[in-house]
């Protein structure tokens, strides 16, 4: 958190007693903890035919979320450090629900900046991507939960503006895609040359056949 508190203002850091949320702040909370009740309810594979139709259908809603908390000016909290807290939830479990569930489309390529050097595209996993942004959805909740109504919206702001925006806009173009190669008639590719797939054994062709009915059998198509 240290990048983080450097941004802030000298803001008074006396202790303040829980605050009452306004209607924008009661709004993102329940984007928030909406986006992460569903997303671990698909973890749990139940219903596996709907996973990537409802994991757009989730991180969709969740980025305008995150667009609204970009569009406003910088919020401050109350205190000019941020309170501690218990240890975060592990995500490891979530992490490897995911990749199971998704195997094998979990892997994707990206470019981080749009408006940066030139990149090579990166190896991503969707189930990586995805329990990095829960983590840092529940570290907000977590002042939420505690009445810190202001350092809950700031930390989702900033964390929005740093990283999981970005995150989850990679995650969205990835699902996005699976989609439309889908509905549109047009072979996934295999990954790119030097991607790592962790050794699954699997070839490209075999790869590129098991997404191709995995997306095929989900969209009913």
Same mark, same amino acid.
């Given at each position: 958190?240290?990048?983080?508190?450097?941004?802030?203002?000298?803001?008074?850091?006396?202790?303040?007693?829980?605050?009452?949320?306004?209607?924008?702040?009661?709004?993102?909370?329940?984007? =928030?903890?909406?986006?992460?009740?569903? &997303?671990?309810?698909?973890? *749990?594979? %139940?219903?596996?035919?709907?996973?990537?139709?409802?994991?757009?259908?989730? &991180? !969709?809603?969740?980025?305008?979320?995150?667009?609204?908390?970009?569009?406003?000016?910088?919020?401050?909290?109350? %205190?000019?450090?941020?309170?501690?807290?218990?240890?975060?939830?592990?995500?490891?479990?979530?992490?490897?629900?995911?990749?199971?569930? +998704?195997?094998?489309? %979990? =892997?994707? @390529?990206? =470019?981080? %900046?749009?408006?940066?050097? =030139?990149? *090579?595209?990166? /190896?991503?996993?969707?189930?990586?991507?995805?329990?990095?942004?829960?983590?840092? +959805?529940? @570290?907000?909740?977590? @002042?939420?939960?505690?009445?810190?109504?202001?350092?809950?919206?700031?930390?989702? #702001?900033?964390?929005?503006?740093?990283?999981?925006?970005?995150?989850?806009? !990679? &995650? +969205?173009?990835?699902?996005?895609?699976? &989609?439309? @190669?889908?509905?549109?008639?047009? /072979?996934?590719?295999?990954?790119?040359?030097?991607?790592?797939?962790?050794?699954?054994?699997?070839?490209?062709? #075999?790869?590129?056949? #098991?997404?191709?009915? +995995?997306?095929? !059998?989900?969209?009913?198509?």
């Amino acid at each position: 958190m240290s990048d983080a508190t450097s941004t802030r203002s000298t803001a008074d850091a006396r202790p303040r007693g829980p605050q009452e949320p306004d209607d924008f702040a009661v709004q993102i909370a329940d984007s =928030v903890q909406s986006f992460l009740l569903s &997303v671990r309810e698909i973890a *749990k594979g %139940d219903e596996p035919g709907s996973a990537i139709s409802m994991l757009l259908l989730e &991180v !969709s809603q969740l980025l305008l979320t995150g667009g609204r908390l970009g569009a406003i000016e910088d919020i401050l909290p109350e %205190d000019r450090y941020e309170p501690d807290t218990e240890p975060d939830e592990d995500t490891d479990e979530l992490r490897q629900q995911l990749a199971e569930l +998704l195997a094998p489309i %979990d =892997v994707y @390529h990206e =470019v981080f %900046d749009p408006y940066g050097q =030139v990149e *090579k595209p990166l /190896p991503c996993r969707i189930s990586d991507d995805l329990a990095e942004v829960v983590s840092e +959805l529940r @570290h907000g909740l977590v @002042h939420w939960r505690e009445g810190r109504v202001s350092e809950a919206l700031w930390w989702w #702001q900033f964390s929005y503006l740093a990283n999981w925006g970005s995150t989850a806009t !990679s &995650v +969205l173009r990835a699902l996005q895609s699976l &989609v439309a @190669h889908v509905r549109l008639d047009s /072979p996934i590719s295999a990954p790119a040359d030097g991607t790592d797939t962790d050794n699954d054994g699997l070839t490209d062709e #075999q790869l590129e056949q #098991q997404a191709g009915d +995995l997306m095929a !059998s989900e969209l009913g198509t």
